[in-house]
């Protein structure tokens, strides 16, 4: 079972429209973060929190942007979305952040029409 | 996806038999972790390794961290191992950086 929890599963919404996505993790981990997972299945870094700081913002478009109230939680919001933010999208979490396993979320589709 | 060469890209399998699967590093890895995502999503760790082997039932894992590789063996390869199967290479901390899949199916 797994015990990085992601809500929603699935989210379809149009054009322009604001989502956010929750997780939260149980693990007791100090580091969270956001990867996108596209069409072709390709994963790639999004954002990484330590502690509720932003240590990792990779080159995403400003209409993402994360939010942690604690380090048991990061939600990512996503501002006017656009087709190409359709997607899975993974939360997950590890202690510490360097040299340390990393666990993963279920995951939220999002589908933009 | 180029700093970390995954391969094969798609693989089957009859059950019952042996394969292996393996990725390149471009990027300095530090350590590895092989996942499989089931056809529900869900990335399910397999291993996590920092130079060396581990063994695990059916599946048997080595990173070769001085030839920027590692390898993935199944053996008796069962139908629910049918997925997706990722490795993916931490270099400087902070992150993972995947390669592309390998898209298995064992067929009966």
């Known amino acids: 079972e797994t015990a990085v929890f992601q809500t929603p599963n699935y989210h379809v919404t149009q054009v322009g429209n604001e989502v956010s996505f929750n997780c939260k993790q149980t693990?007791?981990?100090?580091?969270m973060y956001w990867y996108k997972q596209d069409s072709k299945k390709l994963l790639k870094i999004m954002f990484s929190y330590n502690n509720k700081q932003l240590i990792v913002n990779e080159t995403v478009p400003r209409r993402f942007s994360p939010q942690s109230s604690d380090k048991a939680h990061l939600n990512l919001r996503i501002k006017s979305v656009e087709p190409e933010d359709s997607a899975v999208y993974l939360c997950a979490s590890s202690y510490g952040t360097v040299n340390t396993e990393v666990f993963f979320g279920k995951g939220t589709r999002l589908t933009v029409v | 996806g180029d700093k970390v060469k995954q391969s094969p890209s798609a693989l089957s399998l009859q059950e019952g038999t042996n394969s292996a699967l393996r990725c390149n590093f471009s990027?300095?890895?530090?350590?590895v972790q092989w996942f499989l995502q089931n056809p529900r999503g869900s990335l399910i760790n397999l291993f996590y390794?920092?130079?060396g082997t581990k063994e695990n039932g059916r599946l048997k894992s080595t990173f070769n961290s001085k030839e920027s590789y590692s390898t993935l063996h199944i053996r008796d390869a069962q139908l629910e191992d049918s997925g997706t199967y990722f490795c993916?290479?931490?270099?400087?901390?902070?992150?993972?950086?995947f390669g592309t899949g390998t898209s298995l199916l064992v067929d009966p």
């Open positions: 390794l920092v130079p």
């Open positions: 993916a290479a931490e270099n400087m901390g902070y992150k993972l950086t």
């Open positions: 693990l007791g981990h100090d580091t």
């Open positions: 990027i300095a890895a530090t350590t």
